[in-house]
């Protein structure tokens, strides 16, 4: 059974840090393409970040120097870090996993729960 826990969200002042995780589990399965998403109160979910196949990252220009994409895959886990947040990246945080299965070779997409970030004085 696949699954992709998120965590790593939390209420912090403007200014701090958080590292937001994704970890997959799941046999025969590798870490390949990720998406982050964000959806604000009220708000349509947004796309933040992305990796793709050939490890190029982008980001939306809101959190461009800001945000950062990584992945240790030996741990099978996806990150976010993001520095400098302001009450604008209040949101629920997902990641969307796009892995590749080693019996098949196909793509396989998976979300994980989302994490709660809250950015407040």
């Known amino acids: 059974q696949v699954q992709v826990v998120a965590s790593g969200g939390g209420l912090v002042q403007p200014g701090e840090s958080l590292r937001l995780s994704c970890v997959l589990s799941g046999r025969g399965l590798r870490l390949n393409v990720v998406d982050w998403y964000r959806q604000a109160p009220e708000k349509q979910r947004e796309w933040v970040a992305g990796r793709t196949r050939d490890g190029d990252t982008s980001y939306v220009d809101s959190v461009k120097g800001r945000f950062t994409i990584s992945k240790d895959n030996a741990k099978m886990t996806e990150y976010l870090q993001m520095n400098s947040l302001n009450a604008d990246d209040t949101a629920v945080y997902y990641c969307?996993?796009?892995?590749?299965?080693?019996?098949?070779?196909?793509?396989?997409?998976?979300w994980g729960q989302g994490t709660q970030v809250t950015v407040s004085s």
């Open positions: 969307k996993l796009g892995t590749h299965s080693v019996s098949d070779g196909r793509r396989y997409d998976y």
